[in-house]
């Protein structure tokens, strides 16, 4: 295990480079996708690279009846077909109504070959989704 840290510098156009060390230790290949996981509460930001360099990642939003056992039948489905959630979150919109479940899922591992619209189309069959939208990263 290798641990070390590095001061980098935001330009003036809000970027930082991250210096040849850290992407030699990391494996980073110009094109790496990183994720991105900001905190302003602990003002922290942690970047995670995908171990694959093939992901497929994309962001998704559900709103969802607040009642047990939704949030299960969602990723249920997202399981059946093979996605691989990277991060999560899920909070009440209003109790016993509505909650939203938002995600960071790689879709490169999907079982078969799937548009992003029949990915939403199965994951509101689920019949507890009530909205569902999907954003590929670029």
Same mark, same amino acid.
């Given at each position: 295990?290798?641990?070390?840290?590095?001061?980098?510098?935001?330009?003036?156009?809000?970027?930082?480079?991250?210096?040849?060390?850290?992407?030699?230790?990391?494996?980073?290949?110009?094109?790496?996708?990183?994720?991105?996981?900001?905190?302003?509460?602990?003002?922290?930001?942690?970047?995670?690279?995908?171990?694959?360099?093939?992901?497929?990642?994309?962001?998704?939003?559900?709103?969802?009846?607040?009642?047990?056992?939704?949030?299960?039948?969602?990723?249920? /489905?997202?399981?059946?077909?093979?996605?691989? *959630?990277?991060?999560?979150? #899920?909070? %009440? =919109?209003?109790?016993? &109504?509505?909650? +939203?479940?938002?995600?960071?899922?790689?879709? /490169?591992?999907?079982?078969?070959?799937?548009? *992003?619209?029949?990915?939403? #189309?199965? %994951? =509101?069959?689920?019949? &507890?989704?009530? +909205?569902?939208?999907?954003?590929?990263?670029?």
């Amino acid at each position: 295990m290798t641990r070390f840290s590095e001061v980098v510098k935001v330009d003036d156009r809000g970027r930082i480079v991250i210096p040849g060390s850290t992407r030699k230790v990391m494996k980073l290949a110009p094109g790496a996708k990183l994720m991105m996981l900001v905190d302003d509460e602990e003002n922290e930001i942690r970047l995670t690279p995908f171990i694959d360099q093939n992901a497929n990642p994309v962001q998704m939003r559900v709103i969802m009846a607040d009642k047990q056992g939704a949030l299960a039948k969602i990723t249920a /489905a997202i399981g059946e077909m093979g996605i691989n *959630l990277l991060y999560e979150e #899920a909070h %009440v =919109l209003k109790k016993g &109504v509505e909650a +939203e479940w938002q995600a960071i899922a790689d879709l /490169a591992p999907m079982k078969e070959a799937l548009s *992003l619209d029949q990915v939403k #189309a199965r %994951v =509101l069959g689920t019949k &507890v989704a009530l +909205e569902v939208e999907i954003k590929k990263y670029d």
